[in-house]
């Protein structure tokens, strides 16, 4: 969660100016550094609004040959799709259409990235895929804060009867937990911790996670993760009702899908449900 502990200290600088404190969470960027044609990817441009009008710009890969499925992915709080899609663009080629959203604020997507009208977004992209699934299942995966933000989501969902199955990786627990946690990391920023506590709990996944049930949920989180740790991960899980699953990675934090073993785990999970 890439600059979390310089926003957060701005932050308290500033606490009686700031309109919504969950802005620290997210760290957009605009400009692509690539496109999918980089990667031989074939692609497609989604323009789609929130239910607040928000106009977003997300892009879709269309799976190589049938598809077996459709993956609506929720990147990380920092960069935007174009840095991102190294997490997913294996997935075409395995069977899957992939739509990656990029929330309000981020990339080409207009409007400022702050809970909970980003869930909105999530939607606004489910909505959009539903309608072009062609009566394939459809799974959320989501990194990070995306995770986060998939796990509030999913339970509050009118689609939620709709989704086949739930993907987390690296999940935080709460909002305050991990601020708390970044600011304990330094003697510098320690008693910093103190006013983490004025952040909103309503969208923490501690709160929602064991809504996501009836729907199949695979988690996964490395022990090695030096951004979201890992027991906050497993936790969440803890809180989880079945079904679900759990894997321990290995490596940094949402370098998940670099090992092949991963992948393979996934579309097992995937082909199952």
């Known amino acids: 969660m890439k600059s979390i502990r310089l926003l957060l200290l701005l932050a308290v600088v500033g606490l009686a100016g700031c309109e919504n404190l969950t802005s620290l969470f997210f760290y957009p960027q605009q400009s692509y550094h690539y496109t999918p044609d980089f990667f031989g990817l074939e692609w497609q441009t989604i323009h789609h609004q929130a239910e607040d009008g928000t106009e977003l710009v997300s892009w879709y890969l269309p799976a190589k040959g049938e598809a077996l499925g459709n993956v609506l992915f929720m990147h990380g709080n920092a960069q935007n799709i174009s840095t991102h899609i190294s997490s997913v663009k294996w997935l075409p080629k395995a069977g899957y259409n992939v739509f990656l959203l990029d929330y309000r604020e981020y990339g080409h997507s207009q409007g400022t990235a702050v809970l909970p ?44 009867d709709q989704i086949s199955g739930v993907i987390l990786d690296a999940c935080l627990l709460g909002y305050q937990e991990i601020a708390s946690d970044v600011m304990s990391r330094s003697w510098l920023t320690w008693v910093l911790q103190l006013p983490t506590y004025l952040l909103p709990r309503a969208q923490d996944p501690q709160n929602h996670i064991a809504n996501i049930s009836p729907i199949p949920l695979f988690m996964m ?8 740790p890992y027991e906050q991960g497993k936790a969440v899980y803890e809180l989880a009702k079945e079904p679900k699953q759990w894997l321990d990675l290995a490596g940094a934090h949402i370098q998940t899908f670099q090992f092949p073993s991963v992948r393979d785990e996934l579309i097992v999970f995937m082909k199952s449900h």
């Open 221 to 228: 989180h490395s022990p090695d993760d030096e951004v979201i």
């Open 117 to 160: 009208e980003i869930l909105s977004d999530i939607d606004s992209a489910l909505a959009w895929l539903l309608s072009h699934d062609e009566g394939k299942p459809i799974f959320l995966l989501g990194q990070s804060i995306g995770a986060a933000l998939t796990a509030a989501y999913v339970p509050q969902s009118s689609y939620k």
